[in-house]
């Protein structure tokens, strides 16, 4: 009961951020199983069919708070299911002991851009408004679908920071459509491991824990992405990825480190974590500040101008 309680935490908590940032529903749920034990397909099985009900929520709450591109949703979300059938095969192909690294590095990778590119750069901003085309987002689909189903997640890491960093479109459009486009995805690549492993590789009733702590997440996260600051929370995300990764590596059979040596190793994740957490809240408050600032100078231009023109007699638009 205690296991399924925290399951359904995890799932809302993962929602949360997946909702409000465009990404880490399925690397989060993904380590925790990995982290507890799970077979890797089965983990991976298992996150997908809960993210059948999750991104239909949140799909549904983005396009009713208007955060959903319908045009980049089909253009992304085809190939993505694509990408996630042929991962879902390949990744049930595998072996235990072969998936379960594997799949560590393709999370603790994920989750080093994530940390590195929301804390290092934040969210990009250039050219919006540029139609996004078929050439640029089919191969991104497939490419983020197919890391998606055989890292547990990756949809919203590989195809969110691509598209915010093009440029061409909104924030809050962009992780709404990434999170509606996910649906079919997950559809895809759970056919996929019930196809590769049969239905009795998934654990149902946690499939049900993370849907319900999911499908609660999803509105309210659906709200809070034009409030939240994704800066500080994509540092938070991927320090947590790193960390959980990096204990499961350095546990592993690959590489089997000495106490000593994972917790040196756990102590300079902890130290580069807090210091990108610090400089994510610090550039955030920076930038908001200058912002504030900038439409204060306007307000008192705007002011000075009305007042100077009332002085001169001259009537005032």
Same mark, same amino acid.
């Given at each position: 009961?205690?296991?399924?309680?925290?399951?359904?935490?995890?799932?809302?908590?993962?929602?949360?951020?997946?909702?409000?940032? $465009?990404?880490?529903?399925?690397?989060?749920?993904?380590?925790?199983?990995?982290?507890?034990?799970?077979?890797?397909?089965?983990?991976?099985?298992?996150?997908?069919?809960?993210?059948?009900?999750?991104?239909?929520?949140?799909?549904?709450?983005?396009?009713?708070?208007?955060?959903?591109?319908?045009?980049? %949703?089909?253009?992304?979300?085809?190939?993505?299911?694509?990408?996630?059938?042929? $991962?879902?095969?390949?990744?049930?192909?595998?072996?235990?002991?072969?998936?379960?690294?594997?799949?560590?590095?393709?999370?603790?990778?994920?989750?080093?851009?994530?940390? %590195?590119?929301?804390?290092?750069?934040?969210?990009?901003?250039?050219?919006?408004?540029?139609?996004?085309?078929?050439?640029?987002?089919?191969?991104?689909?497939?490419?983020?679908?197919?890391?998606?189903?055989?890292?547990?997640?990756?949809?919203?890491?590989?195809?969110?920071?691509?598209?915010?960093?093009?440029?061409?479109?909104?924030?809050?459009?962009?992780?709404?459509?990434?999170?509606?486009?996910?649906?079919?995805?997950?559809?895809?690549?759970?056919?996929?491991?019930?196809?590769?492993?049969?239905?009795?590789?998934?654990?149902?009733?946690?499939?049900?824990?993370?849907?319900?702590? $999911?499908?609660?997440?999803?509105?309210?996260?659906?709200?809070?992405?034009?409030?939240?600051?994704?800066?500080?929370?994509?540092?938070?995300?991927?320090?947590?990825?790193?960390?959980?990764?990096?204990?499961?590596?350095?546990?592993?059979?690959?590489?089997?480190?000495?106490? $000593?040596?994972?917790?040196?190793?756990?102590?300079?994740?902890?130290?580069?974590?807090?210091?990108?957490?610090?400089?994510?809240?610090?550039?955030?408050?920076?930038?908001?500040?200058?912002?504030?600032?900038?439409?204060?100078?306007?307000?008192?231009?705007?002011?000075?101008?009305?007042?100077?023109?009332?002085?001169?007699?001259?009537?005032?638009?």
């Amino acid at each position: 009961m205690r296991r399924l309680l925290l399951l359904a935490l995890v799932g809302l908590g993962a929602q949360l951020v997946d909702g409000s940032l $465009g990404m880490a529903y399925g690397v989060t749920s993904t380590t925790l199983l990995l982290a507890i034990g799970t077979n890797p397909a089965a983990a991976s099985a298992t996150v997908h069919l809960a993210e059948i009900g999750t991104t239909l929520v949140s799909g549904a709450s983005h396009w009713r708070f208007g955060n959903v591109d319908w045009k980049v %949703v089909a253009k992304i979300g085809i190939p993505g299911a694509v990408g996630a059938f042929a $991962g879902a095969t390949f990744l049930s192909s595998l072996s235990t002991e072969t998936a379960a690294p594997l799949m560590s590095i393709i999370l603790l990778a994920l989750g080093l851009y994530i940390l %590195v590119r929301f804390t290092a750069v934040g969210l990009p901003k250039g050219n919006l408004g540029k139609p996004l085309r078929k050439r640029f987002l089919a191969p991104l689909g497939v490419v983020a679908g197919f890391v998606d189903s055989t890292g547990g997640g990756g949809w919203g890491p590989v195809g969110t920071p691509a598209i915010l960093a093009s440029g061409r479109l909104e924030p809050r459009k962009t992780i709404g459509s990434i999170d509606t486009s996910e649906f079919l995805v997950a559809v895809a690549a759970s056919v996929g491991f019930i196809i590769g492993i049969g239905s009795e590789g998934v654990n149902y009733t946690w499939v049900a824990a993370l849907l319900i702590g $999911g499908i609660i997440a999803a509105p309210i996260a659906a709200w809070l992405v034009r409030h939240i600051p994704p800066r500080v929370l994509g540092s938070a995300v991927g320090g947590i990825i790193v960390l959980t990764n990096t204990r499961t590596l350095l546990r592993s059979d690959w590489i089997d480190a000495s106490d $000593g040596v994972r917790y040196a190793c756990y102590a300079v994740i902890y130290v580069a974590w807090a210091a990108a957490l610090a400089w994510s809240f610090q550039q955030y408050r920076k930038h908001r500040d200058e912002e504030r600032l900038i439409i204060a100078e306007a307000e008192a231009a705007a002011t000075a101008g009305r007042t100077s023109a009332a002085k001169a007699g001259t009537p005032t638009v």
